[in-house]
């Protein structure tokens, strides 16, 4: 019990030792103290990033939803499904994944390290891709693909 304790505490004491701390101040971001990324939000359901050294938009993540009944509950009153559509605009690749805060993105981000020496790496977007999916989420909304024709 003492031997699984110890590597416990030693498992956990590495996680939180190699854990890079993001911030988020005044429309910069800070991985370790270290400004990385500009960070910008719009009309409240869209988020921007670039690199801290130049204003282009690198990616844009916009926050979308739709009703679902059959997954209302106490703690979901409305039955939203929310989602993230991040679009990586150089590459004109896109990726879905469940929603979250700016940090939460930036984490996101970070985690799967699309970003190597301040530039994005393509071969990241598409494991992304391939792990997450390109439209997971609208795939799923019910009514999709319904088309409604208007005759005068």
């Given at each position: 019990?003492y031997k699984l304790f110890i590597l416990l505490l030693?498992?956990?004491?590495?996680?939180?030792?190699?854990?890079?701390?993001?911030?988020?101040?005044?429309?910069?971001?800070?991985?370790?103290?270290?400004?990385?990324?500009?960070?910008?939000?719009?009309?409240?359901?869209?988020?921007?990033?670039?690199?801290?050294?130049?204003?282009?938009?690198?990616?844009?993540?916009?926050?979308?939803?739709?009703?679902?009944?059959?997954?209302?509950?106490?703690?979901?009153?409305?039955?939203?499904?929310?989602?993230?559509?991040?679009?990586?605009?150089?590459?004109?690749?896109?990726?879905?994944?469940?929603?979250?805060?700016?940090?939460?993105?930036?984490?996101?981000?970070?985690s799967n390290k699309v970003y190597v020496n301040g530039?994005?790496?393509?071969?990241?977007?598409?494991?992304?891709?391939?792990?997450?999916?390109?439209?997971?989420?609208?795939?799923?909304?019910p009514n999709q693909n319904i088309r409604v024709i208007?005759?005068?």
């Open positions: 019990m030693a498992v956990s004491f590495s996680t939180i030792a190699l854990s890079q701390k993001v911030k988020l101040k005044k429309g910069i971001v800070y991985v370790d103290a270290v400004a990385k990324h500009k960070i910008k939000t719009e009309a409240g359901s869209e988020v921007t990033i670039s690199n801290i050294q130049s204003d282009k938009e690198e990616i844009f993540a916009f926050y979308k939803d739709y009703k679902n009944s059959d997954l209302i509950t106490k703690s979901n009153p409305e039955g939203k499904v929310r989602w993230i559509e991040i679009t990586f605009l150089d590459f004109n690749k896109k990726v879905e994944i469940s929603s979250r805060g700016r940090k939460g993105i930036i984490k996101f981000l970070i530039i994005i790496d393509e071969k990241a977007i598409d494991k992304i891709i391939t792990k997450y999916g390109v439209s997971s989420f609208s795939d799923q909304r208007i005759n005068n």
